[in-house]
């Protein structure tokens, strides 16, 4: 019998939040503590993030498919045919993920132990704002709840992990090296709203030790330590050995309905102000005096100002919805039903009881609403990603998570930054002079530059056209970030970008032709390219742009039919519409009248 333990690092290089469940008076979201009052993360969300990604890679690695995984319709019949328990690498690794005791179960206990990972020194939380944006004004959303604020950790913020792990073989052994590998790469998203810029972590000095108890002087000092894991005898190269050992095991087909690994893309540069940027933080506000004063990383460091994933993501999120709105738009003038092919509801748009009279429906009714008042789905029942709306599969809702992590953007360009005061002042709409009592100021940031990080996983095509369409506008300056948008603050270009694709197999790769120079990381292998390798991204891009085209439209540019088109079911098509009106049974384009072209004679 030998004792193994891993222990590592974890860095947070975005703020954190890992909820209790609980809020205060203070705020609507608590972070979780031990008995202590110190911050932790819990072994919970540590084995559940670790077992989410390798149910999802161990089928790549042949570790078999997770029950969980299968449709529906599977997991009733093996039910019927009086199958029990599971036995995937995973459900070995961690544990069956329904155990059961009844006779013919196969269920077993977990042989890895995740312990809470403790907080490094010492963390001063901050309590950050947040709000919804309203789709038809592109200020903030009035409507109840969408209005929040939660505690965080800064990021910077540096957690101690310990996972040992009992009976186990070279196969759960490899296994976890595989999840510890990606965590390693960067690619670790842990607590709350990780979709939303939080949680984001570097996993660092990784070793692997064990310990020989067969001895008995060697189990009675094992029994005897506080902290035995110091004294486990370390094993170098364990990480690289697992791994190499993994890429020689790698499935390379298999049934593409199953929601396994296959790739993901990765995407950074640099958003350039191209003047004053104003975001508000109100701590730092009452600590400055001012009005309103930029959001920083940790408390009082003027130095690290930063951008929040969540307003970076409303912005992209607002901005796409637009674009596949308008080809949905021009298809309708065609004669489509725009209530059945509108590819992006309004997240904030709810209806206020069921049986809502017409007028009082909202034009762009959210997917959520359409569910619990249309279709009749309850909050806890399971939907499909074919029920919703584009905007929902891709950048998420209340019923679906998002695959598409945006994470803060940390401040990147010179130290100290260029701070500015600004005073403002209301005009009263009665005399046309400076409304009373209505002088406020603000510090902005001028010119700043913030490192922009977005990850997508599983990538669609239809999914990377359509994100391409946004970040092309984001370079040519169409879009504005922080506060007071609407009176020129906040304009900002993308610049010096880099794209990064991982796959597994050569069926997950992408079609670029001449093929970059690719590298392993973890059992992936990445494709890296940025402006010096411009057309062939370009090329790949308007393949990607041409899917989003069909799957909005449901035909190509050139203009032929394709069936891949997105179309609303009975359930989910829109009640009210704004965009048309349905008059004499034919469809009068009341919002775009038709131009004419008018002569004018000289006499």
């Known amino acids: ?88 690498a995973v459900c070995r690794l961690f ?3 329904n155990p059961s005791d009844e006779a013919g179960a196969s269920s077993q206990a977990s ?36 209005k929040f604020d939660l505690e965080i950790l800064p990021a910077g913020a540096e957690f101690d992990l310990r996972l040992e792990l009992r009976d ?61 894991w110091r004294q486990a005898k370390e094993t170098s190269n364990w990480l690289d050995t697992r791994i190499q050992k993994a890429r020689g095991q790698l499935v390379d087909k298999l049934d593409a309905s199953l929601p396994v690994a296959r790739n993901w893309v990765s995407f950074e540069g640099t958003l350039q102000a191209q003047g004053p940027l104003l975001t508000n933080d109100a701590v730092h506000a009452g600590i400055s005096g001012f009005d309103h004063a930029p ?26 919805e637009r674009i596949a709105r308008t080809l949905a738009t021009l298809e309708a003038q065609n004669g489509n039903d725009f209530k059945r092919t509108c590819p992006a509801c309004d997240p904030t748009a709810r209806r206020l009881k069921k049986d809502a009279p017409p007028e009082e429906l909202p034009p762009l009714e959210s997917c959520d609403s359409l569910l619990l008042y249309q279709a009749g789905k309850g909050g806890n029942d399971a939907v499909e990603p074919e029920e919703l709306c584009l905007a929902c599969r ?27 005061v600004l005073d403002f002042l209301a005009i009263d709409r009665f005399t046309g002079g400076g409304a009373e009592k209505l002088k406020f100021d603000a510090l902005a940031l001028w010119r700043p530059e913030f490192t922009l990080r977005l990850y997508l996983d599983n990538p669609q095509e239809w999914e990377l056209g359509w994100l391409a369409l946004v970040l092309r506008d984001l370079a040519e300056g169409w879009l504005s970030v922080g506060y007071g948008a609407a009176k020129g603050f906040g304009l900002v270009k993308l610049t010096n970008w880099t794209v990064r694709l991982g796959y597994l197999g050569t069926d997950d790769a ?62 989910m098509t829109l009640q009210q519409d704004d965009y048309f009106r349905q008059t004499a049974g034919k469809w009068g384009y009341e919002l775009y009248p038709k131009m004419v072209k008018v002569e004018v004679k000289q006499q």
């Open 295 to 320: 959001l920083l990383v940790q408390l009082g460091n003027w130095s690290q100002p930063v951008l929040t994933g969540a307003g970076l993501r409303g912005v992209l999120r607002s901005h796409a």
């Open 111 to 146: 042989r890895l132990l995740v312990f809470n990972a403790r907080l490094n020194g010492k963390g001063a939380t901050l309590i950050r704002d947040g709000v919804g944006i309203d789709r038809v004004t592109g200020g903030a959303a009035r409507a109840g709840a969408v």
């Open 510 to 571: 992408p079609a670029l032709k001449p093929m970059p120079q690719t590298e392993t990381e973890g059992v992936y292998t990445v494709l890296k390219g940025d402006a010096s390798q411009l057309d062939a991204w370009l090329n790949l891009a308007e393949d990607w742009v041409e899917a989003f085209y069909k799957q909005v439209t449901g035909k190509t540019r050139q203009g032929q039919r394709v069936q891949t088109s997105f179309r609303r079911s009975d359930e």
């Open 168 to 228: 186990a073989d070279a196969e759960d052994a490899q296994l976890l090296a595989v999840a510890l590998a990606e965590w390693q790469a960067g690619r670790a998203w842990l607590g709350g709203r990780v979709a939303r810029g939080l949680g984001a972590f570097d996993l660092t000095d990784i070793q692997y030790g064990e310990r020989d108890l067969n001895q008995p002087d060697q189990l009675l000092a094992f029994l005897e330590a506080d902290e035995p």
């Open 1 to 88: 019998m030998s004792y193994r333990v891993i222990t590592a690092r974890l860095k947070a290089r975005t703020a954190v939040h890992v909820g209790s469940g609980k809020g205060t008076d203070l705020t609507d979201a608590l972070i979780r503590r031990n008995t202590a009052g110190q911050p932790v993360i819990p072994g919970t969300a540590i084995a559940g993030a670790l077992r989410a990604m390798l149910t999802r890679l161990a089928p790549r690695l042949g570790g078999g498919v997770c029950v969980e995984m299968l449709p529906r319709e599977k997991r009733e019949a093996r039910a019927q045919e009086g199958k029990k328990g599971c036995d995937c």
């Open 95 to 97: 544990g069956d993920v």
């Open 394 to 420: 891709l950048f998420g809702s209340t019923r679906l998570g998002s695959r598409l992590l945006v994470e803060d953007a940390p401040y990147a360009g010179e130290k100290p930054p260029r701070l500015k």
